[in-house]
T-cell receptor, first 112, second 113 residues
């Protein structure tokens, strides 16, 4: 079945550091890929998405490129801020389109 | 504004009582979902519904029940059969096709005393 593997956290960075959170997936066909962000005590918000190979999703300085050859969708940001501290979830929508498969989430803490 | 509402934000119940969590959406989405989140963990799918009057079990349906009588509403009942009900519960909805991009509510934190 479909699965998503994220790099283990927690990740702690200083403000203005470069961020990478790795995400790899296993799925049949051509899934759609998503990154969601969850701030403390809140629901998930869609951060970005990519629906076909080589697509780059981007939002609020975050980027991720759909790499079919490496089955990856790594999240990157060039300069993180304290306000980026949150839990980040990678997810995919498989061939059936009936549900999302989520990774375990990566806790990011950015210190001033 | 379109969105998903969950009420209440915090809910306390005594052990052995059933409790129903509310989820309403005005996005005109066909599909709705319930997830459970435990501290420091990912999301686990409880139930989902792709159309009114139809729903399917997710990965951890035991001890939970749902109904989908209206397109905009998908209430979740946590029954006394659920052995460890204390958790954060998230509702979501989507158009399902073509990409199944899901939109989430703010969540309900249930504590069973």
């Amino acid at each position: 079945g479909d699965s998503v593997t994220q790099m283990e956290g927690p990740v702690t960075l200083s403000e203005e550091a470069f961020l990478t959170i790795n995400c790899t997936y296993t799925a049949t066909g051509y899934p759609s890929l998503f990154w969601y962000v969850q701030y403390p005590g809140e629901g998930l918000q869609l951060l970005l998405k990519a629906t076909k190979a080589d697509d780059k999703g981007s939002n609020k300085g975050f980027e991720a490129t759909y790499r079919k050859e490496t089955t990856s969708f790594h999240l990157e940001k060039g300069s993180v801020q304290v306000s980026d501290s949150a839990v980040y979830f990678c997810a995919l929508s498989g061939a059936s389109g009936s549900r999302l498969t989520f990774g375990e989430g990566t806790q990011l803490t950015v210190n001033p | 504004d379109g969105g998903i509402t969950q009420s209440p934000k915090y809910l306390f119940r005594k052990e052995g009582q059933n409790v129903t969590l509310s989820c309403e959406q005005n996005l005109n989405h066909d599909a709705m979902y319930w997830y459970r989140q435990d501290p420091g963990q990912g999301l686990r799918l409880i139930y989902y519904s792709q159309i009114v009057n139809d729903f399917q079990k997710g990965d951890i349906a035991e001890g939970y029940s749902v109904s989908r009588e209206k397109k905009e509403s998908f209430p979740l009942t946590v029954t006394s059969a659920q052995k460890n009900p204390t958790a954060f519960y998230l509702c979501a909805s989507s158009d399902r096709v073509p990409y199944n991009e899901q939109f989430f509510g703010p969540g309900t934190r249930l504590t069973v005393l």
